[in-house]
């Protein structure tokens, strides 16, 4: 069932949005070479804590597993899920950030890619591709569109420069619930799929790999991996329906402001 929001539902969910912005922040100023992924994901449970609220993906149950971090963090060729752990950063590497943060009784859910020193142009028109497909997507995002108008979007822009868009994985309604119906793809066709109403709120989240879209799952049951090892990357805000435009409920102008004094990280 898709549940449509109250405005004061979508406060709060903006609300959340921006503890999740200010996290994302702190996040990347921690990131360098030499920090290992699970000090990102300390340094994210502390601030959500700080600001008296809960890591939507910690202790998050899928089906007999539980998800036992604040964070999924992505390095190069995994698309989602990465496990926190004793990896190290090192320059040269791109990282994917996905949190999300609970609190009022709603969730907020969004995601972004950071390019570590000296990465290649490839790399680097991917990064930046994927999230323009991001915006491509949200400008769908209205009242009155279909599902689909949103996938395509996104497919159509990234598959023209050769990438693949990853299938298995789409993005979701967000709410009560950080998986709420309806599924949206990354995919699709014009037209097709469910009708966008106002109150609607979804996580538009494209995830586009540099070679092909197939992907494979580490004997962890987590980390998602490219095939053909090549980088992935994935942006993902938390959108709410409007009537005549889409309004993004998290935001990315904390990390923006990081991005542009940061001797580390390219601002893409």
Request: hydrophobic share 40%.
């Given at each position: 069932m898709i549940y449509l929001k109250t405005p004061q539902e979508l406060a709060i969910i903006q609300a959340n949005g921006e503890i999740l912005g200010k996290c994302h922040a702190e996040v990347a100023k921690a990131i360098k070479p030499g920090v290992t992924t699970l000090a990102l994901d300390k340094i994210a449970y502390e601030f959500i804590k700080d600001h008296e609220a809960h890591p939507s993906f910690l202790n998050y149950n899928v089906g007999d597993k539980k998800y036992a971090y604040s964070l999924c963090i992505s390095v190069n060729d995994v698309v989602v899920h990465g496990l926190p752990g004793s990896l190290e950063l090192k320059e040269g590497d791109i990282i994917s950030i996905d949190g999300g943060v609970y609190k009022h009784g709603f969730h907020a859910d969004s995601?972004?890619?950071?390019?570590i020193g000296g990465v290649?142009?490839?790399v680097t028109k991917l990064?930046?591709?994927?999230?323009e497909s991001l915006y491509l997507g949200i400008k769908q995002a209205v009242a009155g569109k279909r599902i689909g108008d949103i996938g395509s979007a996104v497919q159509v822009y990234s598959e023209s420069f050769g990438y693949g868009v990853v299938r298995e994985l789409v993005g979701h309604g967000v709410g009560k619930n950080l998986h709420e119906s309806p599924e949206v793809p990354n995919y699709g066709r014009r037209g097709d799929g469910p009708k966008?109403?106002?109150?609607?709120v979804?996580?538009?989240?494209?995830?586009?790999?540099?070679g092909k879209r197939q992907i494979t799952v580490d004997k962890d049951g987590w980390t998602i991996r490219t095939a053909d090892?090549?980088?992935?990357?994935?942006?993902?805000?938390?959108v709410a329906i409007g009537k005549n435009e889409a309004m993004p409920l998290t935001t990315f102008s904390y990390i923006e402001e990081v991005?542009?004094?940061s001797t580390v990280l390219l601002n893409i």
């Amino acid at each position: 069932m898709i549940y449509l929001k109250t405005p004061q539902e979508l406060a709060i969910i903006q609300a959340n949005g921006e503890i999740l912005g200010k996290c994302h922040a702190e996040v990347a100023k921690a990131i360098k070479p030499g920090v290992t992924t699970l000090a990102l994901d300390k340094i994210a449970y502390e601030f959500i804590k700080d600001h008296e609220a809960h890591p939507s993906f910690l202790n998050y149950n899928v089906g007999d597993k539980k998800y036992a971090y604040s964070l999924c963090i992505s390095v190069n060729d995994v698309v989602v899920h990465g496990l926190p752990g004793s990896l190290e950063l090192k320059e040269g590497d791109i990282i994917s950030i996905d949190g999300g943060v609970y609190k009022h009784g709603f969730h907020a859910d969004s995601a972004y890619t950071y390019a570590i020193g000296g990465v290649s142009e490839e790399v680097t028109k991917l990064l930046v591709r994927t999230k323009e497909s991001l915006y491509l997507g949200i400008k769908q995002a209205v009242a009155g569109k279909r599902i689909g108008d949103i996938g395509s979007a996104v497919q159509v822009y990234s598959e023209s420069f050769g990438y693949g868009v990853v299938r298995e994985l789409v993005g979701h309604g967000v709410g009560k619930n950080l998986h709420e119906s309806p599924e949206v793809p990354n995919y699709g066709r014009r037209g097709d799929g469910p009708k966008l109403k106002e109150g609607m709120v979804i996580a538009i989240e494209p995830m586009v790999n540099l070679g092909k879209r197939q992907i494979t799952v580490d004997k962890d049951g987590w980390t998602i991996r490219t095939a053909d090892k090549k980088a992935s990357a994935h942006f993902e805000h938390t959108v709410a329906i409007g009537k005549n435009e889409a309004m993004p409920l998290t935001t990315f102008s904390y990390i923006e402001e990081v991005l542009k004094t940061s001797t580390v990280l390219l601002n893409i």
